[in-house]
């Protein structure tokens, strides 16, 4: 059985948009032989029961998540699908320390430059994303995953990148300053001047954010060929997951591809090595999608397989999906939260996490159901009853009861 790898689709000539899928194509390229997975880009988590990506999916089993993958690997190989087998103890806490570094710092600072800043991700990320993603998901997943790219770099403090946000600010300058007399107001500011003072503000802060992510990979990697050790593990892979997705897109707002190109020089160059022998050429999003015709490029050394199409049913899935998610109350409650990581043990755990998530995706899919089925006849009854076709049963009327006379009152007239 030939296993695949899910992923979101390819941007920037990279394989995915995604950090950790980068990642996770990065491992299996590493340690698995090129005819023994196929890298897909679903780019919808509802392709595995888990409901994340990146996803690996053995036979009946899935599992998501970098993390989650590497550890999937070691296990059902015995130990031979495992990059860091070589490691000893310290190196192995080193191993742990990077990652959570990694993805703790990495992370909120791809936000910023792909998704909170307002000209990168108008400019290029929105178009990337269109371009991968099927109807209808392409309406509303760039909004979902901006508003959660949004909510995980907040605590940087950085929201001015942002031009709604700059328009709320200004909005909440104009209203405290409607009662200074006009005289003594100042030139009212267009929203790419008050852009252009915040980020002049903010830049003293997003230089020391961008250093306290890349000095302390350079001083880990030194002159070194791999971060930990003479071999490489799973870390620098993770590492060329985010480092690639700094270095490579070409953005309106280049800052952090910048800082990177000028300050760091020796980790860019580590990157860009990486790059080219990992993920070989540039990715052409339109013949990995097979959108056109021909075939894919000698050089291209990634397993792509193409992602299959989906049928009316998982449309109609989707369009439902996307219009309860916005909901605030059915909303949090019909979508389908993580159940926690996997407790250390045997494979068993991975298959009781998929089941558990299986049975609760099964559930909301009964509940979709039901509601597009009553909102379908109550759709049709309405219609029916607006053209006329349907009448509702009307009480016939009832003679009104008055006083009885008998005989007497039928010969009179009174009956």
């Known amino acids: 059985m030939v296993l695949e790898l899910h992923i979101w689709g390819p941007a920037f000539d990279l394989p995915s948009i995604d950090a950790q899928c980068l990642a996770a194509v990065c491992y299996l390229r590493k ?19 888990l409901g994340e990506l990146p996803a690996l999916r053995d036979g009946d089993s899935w599992v998501a998540g970098f993390d989650n993958i590497v550890r999937y690997l070691r296990d059902v190989s015995d130990g031979e699908w495992n990059l860091d087998r070589h490691l000893d103890e ?12 990694l993805e703790s710092r990495g992370q909120p600072l791809l936000d910023l430059c792909l998704y909170v800043s307002s000209d990168n991700y108008l400019g290029s990320t929105r178009q990337a994303l269109g371009e991968i993603l099927a109807w209808p998901n392409s309406w509303t997943v760039p909004h979902h995953l ?20 700059a328009q709320e600010d200004k909005s909440e300058d104009a209203r405290l300053t409607a009662h200074i007399p006009k005289s003594l107001r100042k030139p009212r500011q267009t929203v790419s001047g008050l852009l252009g003072r915040n980020m002049q503000k903010n830049r003293f802060r997003l230089d020391a954010i961008i250093s306290d992510f890349f000095e302390p990979l ?24 985010y480092l690639a997705l700094m270095q490579c897109p070409e953005l309106p707002q280049g800052w952090l591809k910048e800082a990177l190109r000028n300050k760091y020089p020796n980790l860019d160059h580590w990157i860009r090595t990486r790059v080219v022998e990992v993920y070989g050429a540039p990715v052409d999003v339109a013949m990995v999608l097979h959108q056109k015709e021909g075939s894919a490029s000698a050089e291209m050394v990634l397993p792509w397989r193409s992602p299959g199409k989906r049928s009316l049913p998982q449309v109609m899935q989707a369009v439902l999906e996307s ?82 006379f008998g005989e007497a009152g039928a010969l009179f007239g009174l009956g």
Request: charged share 25%.
């Open 31 to 49: 340690c698995l032989p090129v005819d023994a997975w196929a890298l897909i880009p679903s780019s919808d988590p509802a392709v595995s029961p």
């Open 90 to 101: 310290s190196q192995r806490a080193d191993c742990t320390a990077l990652t959570s570094f």
């Open 146 to 165: 901006r508003a959660k790219a949004k909510k995980r770099s907040e605590h940087l403090g950085l929201s001015s990148l942002d031009v709604d946000a």
């Open 218 to 241: 350079v001083e880990m990697l030194g002159d070194k060929e791999f971060f930990l050790g003479d071999k490489e593990s799973s870390v620098d892979c993770l590492a060329t997951g």
């Open 323 to 404: 219009c309860i998610s916005p909901i605030p109350v059915l909303g949090s409650w019909f979508s389908i939260s993580d159940i926690g990581r996997p407790r250390p043990g045997n494979l068993d755990r991975h298959q009781a996490r998929q089941a558990t998530l299986a049975q609760l995706r099964r559930r909301r899919e009964v509940y979709v159901q039901v509601l597009a089925s009553t909102c379908a006849v109550t759709g049709l009854v309405g219609w029916l009853l607006y053209k006329g076709m349907l009448q509702l049963p009307r009480r016939a009327p009832t003679p009104p009861r008055g006083r009885s």
